[in-house]
Each structure stands twice: as structure tokens, then as C-alpha cells.
């Protein structure tokens, strides 16, 4: 053990080489991270250009401030404190700044995730830390490395948002807007320095740390729908009770520096006690033997999506959970609205709770989309990591070997919207004391399941025929999420949405079930999986 | 397939001629000819990037071919691959096995798949190899992933064994073992291809011996047929100068030093070279026989293959 060995290095031999590590970290990073960081600015300046546009007077505003101020338009948004002074800036930071929380949460920990754990899994790491490197150098230049990522996005973000010039973006507002996604960065870059510990592989611990952004947003959502406190919770929440543009208020940033500061710490505490290469938890011997199950195509695609399956199974279940709560404090919420304004609710034939289930869903569903991403390029994953040549050079054919994968997916698919379906029905229900809403519920859910099965396909013709481009399946979760989230409150042009395949789905409860989009989607599903399992069949089996 | 191929099935386990593979600008395999008789050992030696995992890939239908042709067990390795894979077991030169599941599991997991699989000798195989099959993949060393992968191949009831430098990263104990259980298999009547880098493996187990050099084969015969190419080396004083060595046929690296001798010469012309050491009155005379590991060093240092390639087409 390190520490019982007499202590000759020095603190400054912990760190010997991270200046060299945080430029070859850089250098490895010089698309990436321009990409991200271009990204978030571009979106962010041009969502606050598009305001204008949008909303051109001050009764435009103050409905938009109106439609704001209901459950689903605060679970998406932010604190109704914004509301009382909805100008230009205000609604930025109100309707942007928990979305961002999320995005930003997901650069610091993927990139984070990638400096550390990945390169130890592959071994590379260790190859580094044999030379003259310190025992803390990698962990520390990985940390400086997203650090300043975070801190470059909130010089950007001022620069983009003060230089805009539009009536209520004003520069202290937009120093703070700025300042605050740094700090939501930095948290979660600490929680990812932590996560990178305790398990011994790049997935698990960015499934953590990922896991860690949606418990802070689902915590933010339900505080600021009914009470208050539980936002406190949240970094996120944090972040958008500094009310930039309306307050700015600078002291809740220190919450989070000094969350982030914490974690870091922990996560080179945690550090010391493991070796290159394992996780805090040793690794126990299993069986022995095969059971029959696993030397079939479908159990072991099974036996290796297994974690995947799980976990998000369990995160969907919560994610569910946790929304359906909210509806109780919607109800609660409806109470003080009057009658009429509850009538107008329902002209259009669904009920508050019904439009806020519709709305939130989208959102959820997207989240169980990225599931399916990354559970059908699994195949891709166990090709370049070589261990579907050995698979593939058995009497297995590539068509069984690909369509046991695929049946987990699929089935996965399904799975997922069901367990969303069931948190969410099964907690509204309960909140609002309408057994009913279940049925509703599970129903909506699983109309999108056919949407799932679609970008599954997509997935697994990028994989038939264009391998090295299969990560361009990533395209549609994001797209998705930023059209049919943003969409919703930025209220994007129709043919956006078209683009979308979760677009089409009939969005139940409120909407009414229409047969066609489903099959035809179904149908593009189908069709795509035939023409990924031919291209697999005809090409070569490579490992780059 | 129709029955010429199954026919010459019989005496012929792999047959390759002509066959190219390009990666982009790489020419991986350039009219690669190989040939493999049903029953032998076969060495597939070759420096590092020779293409000897891309033969072998196209050999399993992993890999595409861009020409050529290529049988194996009279079946096309592409088209009758599935029907192919469960006659034959192949041993990767770089095992990778799941982080989660154990050894004992990834083995059974091969042989099953492949079809035959004979779980005394699974076992036999682990206790002799001295494999825990209980640790998980992520758990063992470069060694013992390799001992996975050759227990699940041994085990596996089949015709054809193609093995990628299966013994990359195995102690000397291991090797040996190894080496008595490919024998075994010979014996029972088993076709091996085993591509290595060792030379001495190759020379214990061997009958024939392929050696490839940038994607082409540029020798191929039995041990004594090579053997036959390589040169002997002598060293000799004698009473006269023996300066006139250097005219004789088939003799190399002269040197000449107060009265001792020293030349390499090819096998074919020990005897005229002998026998003009002979007219000189030889003293004292030390030949060092011939080993392959001066012909397999010819194919790898650079100027002599590039000579001996010019030579060769
Ligand atoms: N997927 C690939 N993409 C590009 N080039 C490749 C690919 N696979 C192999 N090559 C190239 O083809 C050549 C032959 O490689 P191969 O792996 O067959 O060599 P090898 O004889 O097995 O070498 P070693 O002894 O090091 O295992 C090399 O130049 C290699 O770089
Ligand atoms: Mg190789």
C-alpha cells in the first residue's frame, strides 16, 4: 500500500508532469472541445437574438410570462420569481439556464470521464504514468483541462450574450448568466471526479455521473413547481437562483464552488486508495462454467447488456417517479388558479394534468431514446474491441450473432417506455388520486415506442454501412431533445419538429391516438434493420 | 459445395493463390499463395505487419478479400463461413474477452458455439494450463487471456486449428505445454496452421513452413527443404592461404585472417568448398550446421529480402 511505504515523494512530485499532460489532453481535444464550447454559445446567443422576433412588445412578454406560469411550463423552465420581470434577459435565464445545466453537466463529465477513467481502461494511463509523471498529475491536468472548458464558456457566453445588445441583456446580468453554467460545469466535473473512482469502468462511471445531472434537474423541476426548498437541492437550482437579469444575485455561486471543492477532494482522497486500473470495489471470482442460456445468440447479447438494462431501467423508473409527483403539486397548483382559467384549460379537450403529461413525456422519452443509442451500437463496441472476431469466427452467423443483439434493443425499447410509463402513471396517479391517469399514461408511453424502434434502425444501418460513422446516431437524441424541448418554450416552426421522429407520435393523453404515424414508423424501422443486417453480412469485420 | 472441392478437401486443408487485400494505400496481402495439407502442422512465420492476421482473417471470412481465391476445408471462406467455423477453431493473436463474464464462461461460451465440446477435456485443459476459469475477463493477464482462447480452441472437437501467435505472452512452462498439446492434436490427425514470430517453435513443431514478407509468401517447403536454402557456416586454419575460397560457387562473407578462414556457403556446395579446404591441408575445421534461423533472419533484415524479393519474381 502507498501509504504505509515511507513517505519520500513530495507534493510537488505528485504533480510532475501535468503541464506536459494538460497539452497533450488539449491536443487530443482540439476539435472537441471547440465544438462544444461553439455550440453552447451559438445556441445560447442565438436563442436570446431569436426573442425579439418572438415576443415584440410587452403584451407578447407578459402572455408569454402567462403560458410560463403553469406546472409543465415551470417544470421545463425555471423559478416563477422570473416571471414578475419577464424582459429579454430574464426569460433567457429562466428558460435557458436549467436546459444548459444539463448540457454543461454532460460536457464536464463526458470529457472529464475520458481523461481519466477511459484512459486507464485501455491501459494507456498506465503507459503515461510510468514515465515521469505524478501520481496526482493525471487526475489534476483532466480536472485543469475542464476547468478551463468551463470557465472559457463563461467568458464566451458574456462576451456573446453583453455584446448582443438587446434590451435587458445587460453585461453585469450576462458576467453572472455566464458564470453561473462555469459553476454547474465545475460541480459536475467534481461529481465526475468522484464517479471516475469508484467504478472500474468509462461507462459506469460516466452512467453515474450522467445519472447525478438528471437527479439535479428532476430536484430543481419538482422544487420550482411546488415547494421551494427541495430546489435548494439542486446545483442547477442553484444556478438559477442567482436570477440573473433580474436580481443578480452573485452569493448562491458559492454553493456551488464550495460543493466543487469538496468533490474534488474526495475524488483524490478516494484516488489514493486504488490501484491504476481498478475501481474501489475488488472484482469477485463468478462462475465457473457457462449456463446453457448464455450460449445463445439472445442471451448473450442479454448477458452483456445486462448493466445497461438495468440501470437505465432504474433511472427511467425514477425519472418517471419523480414527474408524476410533480402533478400532485400541479393539482395544488390548480387550486389557487380561477375557475375560469382552468376552464380555458380544457376547451381543447385535455385537462392541466393531461397537457403537462404530454409535455413532459417528449422529454422523457428522449432520455430513454439515448438508451437505445447506446444499446445498439453495443455491436459496434464489441466489434472494434475485438471480441466480436472470435464471436464471429464460431459457427454463429453474423445475422444471429447481430439479431440477438438487436432483440435486446428492441425489447429494451419497449422496456423502458413501459418503466417510464409505469413511474410516471403510477406516482401521478397516486398524487392526484386518479387511478385512471395510469392507464392514460402507460398508454402515451409506449406510443412511442415505434419512434424508439426507428432511431434503433437508424443505429443499426449506420452500423451495416458506414461503421465508422455509427456514432452519427447520437444525431437523433440530441436533435430530438433540443427540438422537442426547446421547441416547446422557443415554440420552433412545425417542419423543425417533422425532422424529428418523436415529432410524429400522437402525444397522448392530450392528443388523440392516430394509427398511421405508428405503423409508418414502425414500418421505417423494420425496413432499416433489413438494410443494416445485409450491409453487416457483405462487409469486412474490422477493428478500427 | 460440388464435389471436386470436397474431394480435394482430402489431402488439401487450405488453399490460397493469388490472393490481394489493400487497407487504403496499404497493400496488406499481394498475391499471397499458401497451401496447407490436411493432417500437418503448418508454420506461418513472418516479421511484424506481414500480413499473416490478415491472411488469417479472410482465411475465417472476418475479412473481405479484394482478389485471389481462397478454400478452406474445400468450402469458401466467405460464402461458407458458418458451415466453415464449425469444423474449424481459431485462436486470435490479441485476446479480447468481456470485462463481466468469467473465463470459464468465455470458454464454454466459444466451444458451445462452435458446436462440439467435451467438457472433460475443457476441464483437463484448464488444470493443465493452470487457469482459474472463475476470475472475470478484466481480471486476468495478457498470458492467461491467451490460455482461455487456447483451451476453448483445444477443447472444441474439429478438424482445422488456426492459430494467430498463440503463444504470444505465455511463460516457457506454458509453451511447453503447448507445444505437447498441439502435438497431440497432430496426432490425432488434426490439421494446425500456427503463425509465429518464434522460429524455434515453428522448427519443433512444424512439418512445412510458409514465410511471409509484406503480404507475400517468399518461401515455402518442408524443414529439410528449407534447410536445403540455408547456408553452413565455416570456420578453418589451414597450411595454405586459403584466399582462392573466394571463386568457389556458392560461397559468402569471406574473411581471411593469418591463416584462418572464415565463409558461410550454401548447402548445396559444402562439398566442393570441403573439399577445396582439403587440397589446402586443413588444421583445425568447425562447421556450424545449417538452422532456418539464418534464413528466416535473411527474410527479415531489410536488404537481404529486398534482394532475395528481386530474386523471387
Ligand atoms: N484494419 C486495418 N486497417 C488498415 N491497415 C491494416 C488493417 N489491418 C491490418 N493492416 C495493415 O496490414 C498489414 C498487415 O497486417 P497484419 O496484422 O496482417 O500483420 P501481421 O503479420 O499479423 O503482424 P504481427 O506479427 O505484428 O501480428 C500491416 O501493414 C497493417 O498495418
Ligand atoms: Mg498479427
Redesign the pocket.
Known amino acids: 500500500m502507498p501509504r504505509a511505504a515511507p513517505k519520500m515523494s513530495t507534493r510537488r512530485d505528485d504533480l510532475a508532469g501535468t503541464a506536459t499532460l494538460i497539452r497533450f489532453m488539449l491536443r487530443r481535444d482540439r476539435v472537441r472541445i471547440p465544438v462544444w464550447l461553439a455550440a453552447l454559445t451559438l445556441g445560447t446567443v442565438a436563442t436570446a437574438q431569436s426573442f425579439g422576433d418572438l415576443y415584440p412588445d410587452a403584451a407578447a412578454r407578459q402572455a408569454a410570462a402567462q403560458s410560463m406560469n403553469s406546472p409543465a411550463g415551470l417544470a421545463m423552465t425555471g423559478p416563477s420569481h422570473y416571471l414578475q420581470d419577464y424582459n429579454f434577459g430574464s426569460m433567457l435565464s429562466h428558460q435557458m439556464l436549467g436546459f444548459l445545466g444539463v448540457l454543461v453537466g454532460l460536457m464536464s463529465v463526458l470529457l472529464l470521464v475520458r481523461h481519466s477513467r477511459a484512459e486507464e481502461e485501455t491501459g494507456r494511463a498506465e503507459l503515461v504514468r510510468a514515465s515521469i509523471v505524478g501520481r496526482h498529475a493525471h487526475m489534476t491536468a483532466a480536472l485543469s483541462v475542464v476547468a478551463g472548458t468551463n470557465i472559457l464558456l463563461a467568458v464566451l457566453l458574456t462576451l456573446g450574450l453583453g455584446g448582443l445588445g438587446v434590451e435587458g441583456i445587460t453585461w453585469s446580468g450576462s458576467l453572472l448568466y455566464g458564470a453561473a453554467h462555469a459553476m454547474m460545469g465545475l460541480v459536475f466535473a467534481g461529481v465526475a471526479a468522484v464517479t471516475v473512482q469508484i467504478t472500474e469502468h468509462s461507462r459506469g462511471a460516466a452512467g453515474l455521473g450522467l445519472a447525478a445531472i438528471g437527479v439535479a434537474y428532476v430536484l430543481r423541476a419538482s422544487g420550482d413547481v411546488g415547494n421551494e426548498a427541495i430546489s435548494w437541492l439542486s446545483p442547477i437550482g442553484w444556478a438559477q437562483r442567482t436570477y440573473a437579469y433580474v436580481d443578480n444575485r452573485w452569493w448562491p455561486l458559492l454553493l456551488g464552488l464550495a460543493l466543487a471543492a469538496v468533490l474534488v477532494v474526495a475524488g483524490f482522497e478516494l484516488s489514493t486508495r486504488r490501484d491504476v486500473g481498478s475501481g474501489l470495489r475488488q472484482s469477485r471470482p463468478g462462475k465457473a462454467a457457462a449456463s446453457d442460456v448464455l450460449a445463445h445468440p439472445i442471451g448473450l447479447a442479454l448477458r452483456l447488456h445486462r448493466g445497461l438494462l438495468i440501470g437505465f431501467g432504474v433511472a427511467m423508473l425514477l425519472l418517471g417517479a419523480s414527474y408524476g409527483s410533480i402533478i400532485g403539486d400541479a393539482e395544488e397548483m390548480l387550486g389557487s388558479v380561477d375557475v375560469l382559467n382552468e376552464a380555458l384549460a380544457e376547451i381543447g379537450g385535455a385537462s392541466i394534468a393531461e397537457s403537462f403529461a404530454s409535455m413532459v413525456m417528449v422529454v422523457m422519452v428522449i432520455v430513454a431514446s439515448i438508451y437505445v443509442v447506446m444499446a445498439a451500437l453495443r455491436p459496434r463496441s464489441e466489434e472494434t474491441a475485438g471480441r466480436a472476431e472470435p464471436v464471429l469466427a464460431t459457427a454463429l452467423s453474423r445475422g444471429r450473432w447481430l439479431g440477438g443483439h438487436l432483440v435486446v434493443v428492441l425489447g429494451g425499447a419497449v422496456v423502458m417506455a413501459l418503466l417510464l410509463g409505469l413511474g410516471f402513471g403510477l406516482s401521478g396517479a397516486s398524487s392526484m388520486g386518479d387511478t385512471g391517469f395510469l392507464w392514460n399514461i402507460l398508454g402515451a408511453a409506449l406510443a412511442y415506442v415505434p419512434a424508439l424502434w426507428f432511431v434503433a434502425g437508424v443505429a443499426v444501418a449506420l452500423f451495416g454501412w458506414l461503421p465508422r460513422g455509427a456514432a452519427l446516431a447520437w444525431a437523433l437524441p440530441v436533435y430530438g431533445f433540443v427540438v422537442g424541448y426547446l421547441g416547446q418554450i422557443l415554440q420552433f416552426p412545425g417542419w423543425m419538429n417533422n425532422l424529428s421522429p418523436f415529432g410524429h407520435v400522437p402525444q397522448l393523453p392530450a392528443d388523440e391516438l392516430t394509427w398511421t404515424p405508428l405503423v409508418v414508423l414502425t414500418l421505417l424501422a423494420a425496413a432499416l434493420i433489413v438494410l443494416g443486417l445485409a450491409g453487416f453480412r457483405r462487409r469486412s469485420v474490422?477493428?478500427? | 459445395m460440388p464435389e471436386p472441392a470436397e474431394l480435394r478437401a482430402g489431402d488439401t486443408a487450405i488453399e490460397v493463390s493469388g490472393l490481394n487485400k489493400s487497407?487504403?494505400a496499404?497493400k496488406?496481402l499481394d498475391q499471397l499463395d499458401l497451401n496447407v495439407r490436411t493432417g500437418e502442422v503448418h508454420g506461418f512465420l513472418?516479421?511484424?505487419?506481414?500480413?499473416?492476421?490478415?491472411?488469417i482473417r479472410v482465411l475465417l471470412g472476418l475479412l473481405r478479400a479484394d482478389s485471389g481465391r481462397a478454400t478452406v476445408l474445400g468450402g469458401h471462406p466467405w460464402h461458407d463461413a458458418v458451415a466453415l467455423h464449425r469444423r474449424l477453431a481459431y485462436v486470435p493473436?490479441d485476446v479480447n474477452l468481456w470485462p463481466t463474464l468469467t473465463g470459464g464462461e468465455a470458454i464454454d461460451l466459444f466451444a458451445r458455439l462452435r458446436g462440439g465440446f467435451d467438457r472433460r477435456r475443457r476441464n483437463e485443459l484448464c488444470e493443465r494450463f493452470d487457469l482459474d476459469p472463475t476470475k472475470k475477463g478484466r481480471t486476468y493477464s495478457k498470458g492467461n487471456r491467451q490460455k482461455v482462447a487456447i483451451v476453448a480452441a483445444l477443447a472444441s472437437d474439429v478438424e482445422l486449428l488456426i492459430l494467430?501467435?498463440p503463444t504470444a505472452g505465455l511463460d516457457p512452462l506454458m509453451e511447453t505445454i503447448f507445444a505437447e498439446c498441439i502435438r497431440e492434436v497432430k496426432g490425432a490427425g488434426r490439421t494446425v496452421l500456427l503463425?509465429s514470430?518464434i522460429l524455434a517453435q515453428v522448427e519443433a513443431l512444424g512439418d512445412r513452413v510458409s514465410i511471409?514478407r509484406q503480404?507475400h509468401i517468399v518461401e515455402s517447403g518442408t524443414l529439410s527443404e528449407l534447410r536445403h536454402l540455408t547456408r553452413t557456416s565455416v570456420e578453418a586454419e589451414t597450411h595454405r592461404s586459403a584466399d582462392g575460397v573466394r571463386d568457389l560457387p556458392g560461397v559468402h562473407n569471406v574473411a581471411v585472417s593469418n591463416g584462418k578462414v572464415h565463409f558461410d556457403v550454401d548447402t548445396e556446395h559444402l562439398d566442393t568448398a570441403v573439399g577445396h579446404l582439403h587440397g589446402l591441408g586443413i588444421r583445425s575445421l568447425v562447421s556450424q550446421p545449417p538452422t532456418l534461423e539464418q534464413l528466416f533472419m535473411r527474410h527479415y533484415g531489410e536488404e537481404l529480402a529486398e534482394a532475395t524479393n528481386g530474386r523471387g519474381r
Open positions: 474490422e477493428m478500427t | 487497407f487504403g496499404t496488406a513472418g516479421p511484424n505487419g506481414a500480413g499473416k492476421s490478415t491472411t493473436g494467430d501467435e503463425s514470430h511471409i503480404g
